[in-house]
Nanobody
Framework: QVQPVESGGGSVQAGGHLKLSCTLSTPTTTRYFMAWFRQAPGKEREGVAA????????YYADSVKGRFTVSRGSTWNTLYLEMNSLKPEDTGMYYC?????????????????WGQGTQVTVSS
């Protein structure tokens, strides 16, 4: 089973920028549908953005449209999340997910593989 590994979190002020990276640690030639989720304290994990395979489609939560950009790296096993105009409500643990097994991309239960997460903190 593939294992996503995230990096790039940190603390910024509102209006700032961060770029997260996710790499699948297990060598594989399989191309996986991958996504970013986040979870704030006391809240449910929510889908932020996703990138499909083959057709190059990307998907975003309404709350991040126009501010966040999800993209693939030079290999299919790397996923980035570029976050601009960050707001305090973007604060949370950000998780990378891979291997969509069914269902909608923004539902955590749709993915089989999860990273450990990277913390993003936005101060006002």
């Amino acid at each position: 089973q593939v294992q996503p590994v995230e990096s790039g979190g940190g603390s910024v002020q509102a209006g700032g920028h961060l770029k997260l990276s996710c790499t699948l640690s297990t060598p594989t030639t399989t191309r996986y549908f991958m996504a970013w989720f986040r979870q704030a304290p006391g809240k449910e994990r929510e889908g932020v953005a996703a990138a499909s395979v083959g057709d190059g489609r990307t998907y975003y939560a309404d709350s991040v449209k126009g501010r966040f950009t999800v993209s693939r790296g030079s290999t299919w096993n790397t996923l980035y999340l570029e976050m601009n105009s960050l707001k305090p409500e973007d604060t949370g643990m950000y998780y990378c997910a891979a291997d969509l097994v069914g269902g909608m991309w923004f539902r955590p239960a749709s993915f089989r593989a999860w990273g450990q997460g990277t913390q993003v903190t936005v101060s006002s």
